[in-house]
């Protein structure tokens, strides 16, 4: 059985914020490895994405470190993997990044690594590695193959033995939620069983309850996870109030999932734990930063700076973790209310 706990942080705000300003400046020369000819660069990092939060919470750890970051519009080719590279190949010619450091689409630059020049950094691991957690069911495969628990699966010859809807059923790839649906009847389930095809997909019972998310970064010995729990969440999924909590377990379930598969770079891991009991189940994988890394930052837990300093070789900033710790998505909590 596990139990999730919180902290509650009593240092005043304001206090940490006038650190964190002095901490910048004072930091700001030795962030930038040594031996390294910065000038031959026109950046220090590429972020290939622009538009989604994400990306600018990426950025904006970054730049708070005194590093030189650039964004690239990629809506036009998001979906589409070779128009995606070919935009890549022009914006690194554009921006002569040291390190390219992707927040959705890492996959595709791994599948064409070759293509793209050799002294430029990218702190992510291989396409097959990638795919193994982002994968739905690749995921909970390997989960039980290291006796994680997850919530009650069904094969599809099984659906007839479902005795509570609704169900949670999900396709195997998808994005910000999109491909997890949440059918009322065994009708509806059919259909989406039907709809599938042979890309594979998972149905599972729906536990009561409330989800929490551990978000790790891993690369070679080095590993640190911090976890938040969410207080209130979209359709889909998406969090827009978290809170930062200690869950020892969930973080050792985490690490024990990389280090199974061996895989170096940032990743994200949803569980729900159930109401009553306490008890945790695993989830999802999400070989990427998550949708609560301004909770992780605003704790004293900065992914893209880690990411950054390990991948270039230095040695890591210390982590002070706050818990108790509340973030918000303003413009999503705004448009939830507005719909009531």
Same mark, same amino acid.
């Given at each position: 059985?596990?139990?999730?706990?919180?902290?509650?942080?009593?240092?005043?705000?304001?206090? +940490?914020? +006038?650190?964190?300003?002095?901490?910048?400046?004072?930091?700001?020369?030795?962030?930038?490895?040594?031996?390294?000819?910065?000038?031959?660069?026109? *950046?220090? =990092?590429?972020?290939?994405?622009?538009?989604?939060?994400?990306?600018?919470?990426? /950025? @904006?750890?970054?730049?708070?470190?005194?590093?030189?970051?650039? @964004?690239?519009?990629?809506?036009?080719?998001?979906?589409?993997?070779?128009?995606? /590279? !070919?935009?890549?190949?022009?914006? /690194?010619?554009? *921006?002569?990044?040291?390190?390219?450091?992707?927040? +959705?689409?890492?996959? $595709?630059?791994?599948?064409?690594?070759?293509?793209?020049?050799? @002294?430029?950094?990218?702190?992510?691991?291989?396409?097959?590695?990638?795919?193994?957690?982002?994968?739905?069911?690749?995921?909970?495969?390997?989960?039980?193959?290291?006796?994680?628990?997850?919530?009650?699966?069904?094969?599809? @010859?099984?659906?007839?033995?479902?005795?509570?809807? %609704?169900?949670?059923?999900?396709?195997?790839?998808?994005?910000?939620?999109?491909?997890?649906?949440? %059918?009322?009847?065994?009708?509806?389930?059919?259909?989406? /069983?039907?709809?599938?095809?042979?890309?594979?997909?998972?149905?599972?019972?729906?536990?009561?309850?409330?989800?929490?998310? =551990?978000?790790?970064?891993?690369?070679?010995? +080095?590993?640190?996870?911090?976890?938040?729990?969410?207080?209130?969440?979209?359709?889909?999924?998406?969090?827009?109030?978290?809170?930062?909590?200690?869950?020892?377990?969930?973080?050792?379930?985490? !690490?024990?999932?990389?280090?199974?598969?061996?895989?170096?770079?940032?990743?994200?891991?949803?569980?729900?734990?159930?109401?009553?009991?306490?008890?945790?189940?695993?989830?999802?994988?999400?070989?990427?930063?998550?949708?609560?890394?301004?909770?992780?930052?605003?704790?004293?837990?900065?992914?893209? $700076?880690?990411?950054?300093?390990?991948?270039?070789?230095?040695?890591?900033?210390?982590?002070?973790?706050?818990?108790?710790?509340?973030? *918000?998505?303003?413009?999503?909590?705004?448009?939830?209310?507005?719909?009531?």
């Amino acid at each position: 059985m596990v139990f999730i706990t919180e902290k509650c942080s009593t240092k005043v705000g304001c206090y +940490f914020g +006038f650190r964190t300003f002095f901490r910048i400046f004072a930091t700001r020369k030795t962030t930038k490895p040594k031996g390294n000819r910065m000038d031959d660069y026109g *950046c220090d =990092v590429l972020v290939p994405e622009r538009g989604h939060r994400i990306c600018g919470l990426v /950025i @904006d750890a970054l730049r708070s470190q005194g590093l030189r970051c650039e @964004d690239m519009d990629a809506s036009d080719v998001f979906w589409d993997e070779f128009g995606y /590279i !070919r935009l890549l190949k022009r914006r /690194i010619s554009e *921006c002569r990044p040291r390190m390219i450091m992707p927040v +959705f689409r890492s996959e $595709f630059i791994a599948r064409h690594r070759e293509e793209l020049p050799r @002294d430029i950094i990218y702190p992510f691991d291989s396409a097959e590695k990638i795919h193994r957690l982002d994968d739905k069911v690749s995921a909970s495969a390997l989960c039980t193959k290291l006796g994680i628990p997850q919530p009650r699966m069904y094969a599809d @010859d099984e659906v007839g033995e479902i005795k509570q809807f %609704p169900v949670v059923f999900k396709r195997s790839s998808g994005l910000n939620g999109t491909g997890i649906y949440m %059918p009322r009847t065994e009708e509806a389930l059919r259909k989406l /069983i039907a709809s599938s095809g042979n890309k594979g997909h998972l149905v599972m019972d729906f536990v009561e309850g409330y989800d929490c998310c =551990v978000d790790a970064v891993r690369w070679g010995n +080095f590993f640190h996870a911090e976890a938040y729990r969410v207080l209130l969440q979209k359709k889909r999924g998406l969090s827009v109030i978290r809170r930062t909590v200690m869950a020892s377990a969930l973080v050792e379930w985490v !690490r024990r999932i990389l280090d199974e598969v061996d895989y170096q770079g940032v990743c994200g891991a949803d569980f729900r734990v159930e109401r009553e009991t306490g008890k945790a189940y695993f989830l999802e994988c999400n070989p990427r930063f998550s949708g609560g890394l301004r909770s992780q930052i605003g704790a004293g837990f900065n992914q893209p $700076f880690i990411l950054y300093q390990l991948a270039s070789g230095m040695k890591p900033t210390e982590v002070h973790f706050h818990r108790g710790r509340f973030s *918000c998505e303003w413009d999503d909590l705004r448009k939830l209310l507005l719909r009531r």
